[in-house]
């Protein structure tokens, strides 16, 4: 079974950048598309991109101009990068696979908390 | 974009009962909508998917139906375990949406 843990800063100050990455076990990268998601009190459940194991992504146009996203088959890692930040962009960021590009979200990593504050 | 509803917002229910939670859609999804399960400091689980399809090890007590702009979770024999925050997603258009959730109290 696929298993995926979150890591990142924690804090981060406001303009700043994030940079977040996902690690994936039990599992090859070329299996799934690879979906950040992120959850804040304000704003819910909120869907940021996803990222193919060939590197095609695709990103909500609410944050498409902060947003870049790899990944190291190598490692078996993804990246997730944010600029510009404010203190609306604190949120527990998730990683979750889907089969294909529009799908549920079946695997979930735990999460990793980030808040934007000076 | 689609705008998702949840209804209601907020469920209390006495063990061994039955819970019924609704979500709306803006425009139709056709099926492509899934039901996630959160607890505190836990991430969502998903539970259904395609409207109706349980997710691995998903106990039958739980059910989906709907198609379209509407759809139902079902609870059956509620356990304590049960209470948790429930979201439905849409992911029949871009970008993926999900709604505001239902919180279940298990009385």
């Known amino acids: 079974q696929v298993q995926l843990q979150e890591s990142g800063p924690g804090l981060v100050k406001p303009s700043e950048t994030l940079s977040l990455t996902c690690t994936v076990s039990g599992g090859s990268i070329s299996d799934y598309y690879w979906n950040w998601i992120r959850q804040s009190p304000g704003k819910g459940l909120e869907w940021i991109g996803y990222i193919s194991h060939r590197e095609t992504t695709k990103l909500n146009s609410s944050l498409k101009s902060r947003v870049t996203m790899s990944v190291d088959t190598s490692k078996n890692q993804l990246s997730l990068s944010l600029t510009s930040l404010t203190a609306a962009d604190t949120a527990i960021y998730y990683c979750?696979?889907?089969?294909?590009?529009?799908?549920?979200?079946?695997?979930w990593g735990q999460g990793t908390m980030v808040t934007v504050s000076s | 974009e689609v705008g998702m509803t949840q209804s209601p917002a907020t469920l209390s229910v006495s063990p061994g009962e039955r819970a019924t939670l609704s979500c709306r859609a803006s425009?139709?999804?056709?099926?492509?909508l899934a039901w996630y399960q959160q607890k505190p400091g836990q991430a969502p689980r998903l539970l259904i998917y395609?409207?109706?399809t349980r997710g691995a090890t998903i106990p039958d007590r739980f059910s989906g139906s709907g198609s379209g702009t509407d759809f139902t979770l079902t609870i059956n024999s509620l356990q304590s375990e049960d209470s948790a925050v429930y979201y439905c997603?849409?992911?029949?258009?871009?970008?993926?949406?999900f709604g505001p959730g239902t919180k279940l109290d298990i009385k």
């Open positions: 979750a696979t889907t089969s294909w590009s529009l799908d549920a979200f079946h695997i």
């Open positions: 425009q139709s999804v056709s099926r492509n």
């Open positions: 395609a409207a109706s």
């Open positions: 997603q849409q992911y029949n258009n871009w970008p993926p949406a």
